[in-house]
């Protein structure tokens, strides 16, 4: 089983920066074939912000996002990185990190078998 950890979440004001980090460790790390992003706002679906590959350089984002958005690895730290900036308020939500087997479809919540407890992000206007 994999874990997962997010950390560096927090309050930060609409057009500032934050970067969320996802370390990984476990046993069966190398099953991991993707690492991606979702985000969770209340009273709304857990939606896909970004993922990205352990083995090549490939991401993915979710249309709003990118631009503002870019997610990158450490394969050496295993960990993975969000960093988001031109905040809004609408980006307001707990984020969390998942892993993935399969490697595909990786905007779908049903393509990652492994998710971490999340971090909150909440932008004030």
């Known amino acids: 089983q994999v874990q997962l950890v997010e950390s560096g979440g927090g309050p930060v004001q609409a057009g500032g920066s934050l970067r969320l980090s996802c370390a990984a460790s476990g046993r069966t790390l190398f099953n991991s074939n993707a690492m991606g992003w979702f985000r969770q706002a209340p009273g709304k679906e857990r939606e896909f912000v970004a993922a990205i590959m352990w083995s090549f350089v490939r991401t993915y984002f979710a249309d709003s996002n990118e631009g503002r958005f870019t997610i990158s690895r450490d394969n050496a730290k295993n960990t993975v990185y969000l960093q988001m900036n031109s905040l809004k308020p609408e980006d307001t939500a707990v984020y969390y990190c998942?892993?993935?087997?399969?490697?595909?479809?990786?905007?779908?919540?049903?393509?990652?078998?492994?998710w971490g407890q999340g971090t909150q992000v909440t932008v004030s206007s």
């Open positions: 998942a892993s993935s087997k399969v490697g595909y479809d990786l905007a779908q919540y049903r393509a990652y078998d492994c």
